[in-house]
């Protein structure tokens, strides 16, 4: 890569989610670049359209070019490919059984399974299957980030029927109150709502707005206890951290040492009644550490 590129690229690379405006000087300071220098490139810059500058403020912004970069580049992802890798970790690891599933109207659809096999409870996911959107954690994760006017669409759409007495919620406001928790989370875990006797803990994977793409869960029999919650979101959510970053979605919180409160606790829905879990001291912040060690956005 020549000099010239790679200086441009320095500049570009300065801006961040905490630094999106930035004065010449402290590009020139962050980026170690001599103010001298820095000029003829932020000028070069500006006519292609990558930055704009404010004229009260003498500040600089990335520019509609890099919009339109940012577009290209998200329509040539796959999440589907970006998740399957994932998928086959999880399953290797664990055993459950692991799905990436959509939105598809108002249910959600599976993509792509790994399936546990020889269990006697009907949990096998298989591609091709639905379910109503607003039962499960699979549904609810994609509900809890598709943004509030898609939600209210959906809803509004759809009757809230019971799946599994008395564990479906069909009350809207409690339901509504339920996706607000879980956007809160970032993940939710549920037992026997969808197929009794099973469990399922999921978690979106956002796009560069911050709205589910999609949602990784896994699941399994509840046999001899809860499973191994902690262990199991904190390899999820590194997961859907990684795929979410390189879809081009940026969590602020990290940037700004929130992290550590970005999952405190998940909800347990099982018989009935709201029970909490709260995760052992450092899961969120190894599951976060992963990601950036391997070049992930978290």
């Not at 890798?85 to 993509?111: A, F, H, Q």
């Amino acid at each position: 890569m020549s000099k010239i590129v790679s200086k441009a690229l320095d500049i570009l690379s300065t801006f961040s989610v905490d630094h999106p405006s930035l004065r010449s000087d402290e590009l020139a300071r962050i980026g170690k670049i001599p103010l001298s220098t820095i000029y003829r490139f932020l000028n070069s810059l500006i006519k292609a359209g990558y930055l704009t500058k404010d004229p009260s403020t003498l500040a600089y912004r990335l520019g509609p070019a890099i919009l339109r970069l940012a577009r290209v580049a998200e329509a040539g992802l796959d999440f589907r490919m970006l998740a399957i890798p994932w998928m086959e970790e999880l399953y290797n690891k664990n055993g459950e059984t692991i799905y990436l599933v959509v939105r598809s109207g108002d249910s959600w659809l599976c993509l792509e399974s790994r399936m546990r096999a020889g269990v006697g409870i009907r949990l096998l996911v298989r591609p091709g299957e639905t379910a109503p959107i607003h039962v499960g954690c699979p549904g609810k994760v994609l509900l809890a980030f598709l943004g509030d006017i898609e939600t209210n669409d959906i809803l509004n759409s759809i009757q809230l029927g019971k799946i599994t007495p008395p564990l479906t919620i069909a009350d809207r406001q409690k339901l509504l109150k339920q996706l607000s928790d879980i956007r809160a989370r970032g993940c939710h875990y549920s037992q026997g709502e969808y197929v009794p006797g099973a469990w399922g803990l999921g978690a979106p994977i956002l796009n560069a707005h911050g709205m589910a793409e999609a949602a990784i869960v896994i699941s399994g029999v509840l046999q001899g206890g809860k499973p191994p919650i902690d262990e199991l979101a904190e390899q999820l959510l590194e997961a859907t951290w990684d795929i979410s970053g390189k879809l081009g979605y940026v969590n602020q919180a990290s940037s700004r040492k929130e992290k550590k409160n970005r999952f405190p606790r998940l909800e347990i829905q099982a018989n009935g009644k709201s029970k909490t879990n709260r995760y052992r001291k450092g899961v969120i912040l190894k599951a976060k550490n992963r990601v950036l060690e391997n070049g992930g956005k978290v």
